[in-house]
């Protein structure tokens, strides 16, 4: 399975953007980008995914590089109900769909301070 | 609707005890997972099914069973609990889609003494 690589920790203030990257080196040419957060106590929650294009919902930005080893996480304008570790996942959508098992790595935790 | 629902919250066991972790889900997702998450490990796949009647083993199935026999169920089994089976289990569920995302449920945190 590709394997992704992101920082274990980061820190910004409130209201002002989050860059948050992952490199995936080693990804295939099928594979989706997803990310996921956990806030704490809470399940981990989908956030947003892509393929190529740069992908924007209510929740964040996706900007994916051109070669596609690398991508960043934007988070607008942070509040503090952002602080949560993000999962950054490759998702195999080549094979059989039964075997699509998502591996969450460490994640980057993230603080926001007031 | 109520999403994933996991009972109990929190349980603790001696070891050898057994009992069931429960996963309802209302969404008629066909897929549904047990993860375990541990501190410094991330979040590991224990068991999945991809319709009722259907399970298959994740990456750390040793010491759980699981069955599908509803759409709406997927109930995980410890049947003799050992102390390395504390952790925080989570619940999951998507869509048939390629690219549905799981939706997962608040967990069960497990103490095993």
């Known amino acids: 399975d590709a394997k992704t690589t992101q920082p274990n920790s980061m820190e910004s203030n409130e209201e002002e953007p989050v860059h948050l990257p992952c490199n995936h080196s080693?990804?295939?040419?099928?594979?989706?980008i997803h990310w996921y957060r956990q806030l704490p106590s809470q399940g981990p929650e989908y956030v947003i995914h892509?393929?190529?294009s740069n992908v924007n919902n209510r929740m964040a930005s996706l900007a994916i590089a051109e070669d596609r080893k690398s991508s960043t996480l934007i988070l607008h304008r942070a509040t503090l109900r952002d602080a949560a570790v993000y999962y950054c996942?490759?998702?195999?959508?080549?094979?059989?769909?039964?075997?699509?098992?998502?591996?969450f790595g460490q994640g980057t935790r993230l603080t926001i301070n007031p | 609707n109520a999403g994933v629902t996991q009972t109990p919250k929190f349980q603790v066991l001696k070891t050898g005890q057994s009992m069931t972790l429960q996963c309802a889900q209302d969404?008629?997702?066909?897929?549904m997972s047990w993860y375990r998450q541990d501190p410094g490990m991330g979040l590991r796949l224990i068991h999945y099914?991809?319709?009722?009647?259907?399970?298959d083993q994740g990456e750390v199935p040793n010491g759980y069973n699981v069955s599908r026999s509803t759409t709406e169920d997927f109930p995980l089994r410890l049947l003799s609990a050992a102390p390395s089976q504390t952790s925080v289990y989570f619940c999951?569920?998507?869509?048939?889609?390629?690219?549905?995302?799981?939706?997962f449920g608040n967990g069960t945190r497990l103490t095993v003494t």
């Open positions: 999951a569920s998507r869509n048939r889609g390629r690219n549905s995302p799981l939706h």
């Open positions: 080693t990804i295939s040419g099928t594979d989706y």
């Open positions: 892509g393929l190529t």
């Open positions: 996942i490759l998702r195999d959508t080549q094979h059989t769909e039964g075997a699509q098992k998502l591996v």
């Open positions: 969404m008629n997702h066909e897929y």
């Open positions: 099914s991809v319709g009722a009647g259907i399970t």
